[in-house]
């Protein structure tokens, strides 16, 4: 007597499983142009102002030259030319690098990560926790994001304290790093380290000065057309 099987019938988890694919796909393009038509997306050139306490980290990403460039300096950089230096302040931050090295971005975010929020952005998207802004943005460049559209909301949104950062920016950022070519350099001044400055009646204040020749490098680093 011979014994018949039955015959298994898949279709209606293949039809299932195509159906929740292309749910999956029209949602994420949705998602993903609605975050690449904004205007900071759109743009040539954005500036990220990162700061960690006393460290900065500042990104400009080039879509036009696919190149990001990373400057590293440290509070209390200090510019004779101009008498601005950075004071942990947004608005005061991005005008000293504006003014110093004679480059106008006016797109531009700054993401403080002091605190306890270096630990947390790290965490988000690299899974890890990182020592410096510059363990962060290499990481940043050696990771995959092809999920980054339904995260950078909740990255955002967890940051606390001075920070204009949106999803928009961020999905950018992230984007520039994995693409184009990246270049690192740290502001050197006079001194190796900072000076401490005394003023009576005010009290004292630490100053890294930068004279003229390291300004002149920073700008060919960073592109700035004469």
Do not use: C, H
């Amino acid at each position: 007597m011979r014994i018949r099987r039955k015959r298994r019938n898949f279709a209606p988890l293949i039809v299932t499983i195509l159906v929740v694919l292309g749910v999956f796909s029209i949602v994420y393009y949705t998602m993903r142009m609605s975050l690449k038509n904004s205007p900071v997306y759109s743009a040539e050139k954005v500036l990220y102002i990162m700061r960690n306490g006393d460290d900065y980290a500042f990104i400009l990403l080039n879509s036009r030259m696919e190149s990001v460039k990373v400057l590293y300096a440290e509070k209390g950089l200090y510019d004779p030319q101009t008498g601005k230096y950075l004071k942990g302040d947004p608005i005061d931050d991005y005008a000293f690098f504006k003014d110093v090295f004679d480059i106008d971005i006016p797109q531009w975010r700054y993401v403080d990560l002091s605190g306890k929020n270096l630990e947390k952005f790290s965490k988000s998207l690299l899974g890890k926790d990182v020592q410096n802004l510059g363990d962060l943005i290499r990481g940043l460049k050696r990771r995959r994001g092809f999920f980054d559209v339904f995260i950078v909301g909740k990255v955002v949104r967890s940051l606390s304290g001075n920070s204009n950062l949106d999803n928009s920016a961020l999905l950018k950022l992230l984007d520039s790093l994995r693409k184009y070519d990246l270049d690192e350099r740290t502001v050197k001044g006079i001194t190796r380290n900072p000076i401490t400055v005394e003023i009576e009646g005010v009290g004292s204040y630490k100053r890294l000065y930068i004279d003229e020749r390291e300004k002149e490098g920073i700008k060919e680093f960073l592109g700035v057309e004469g």
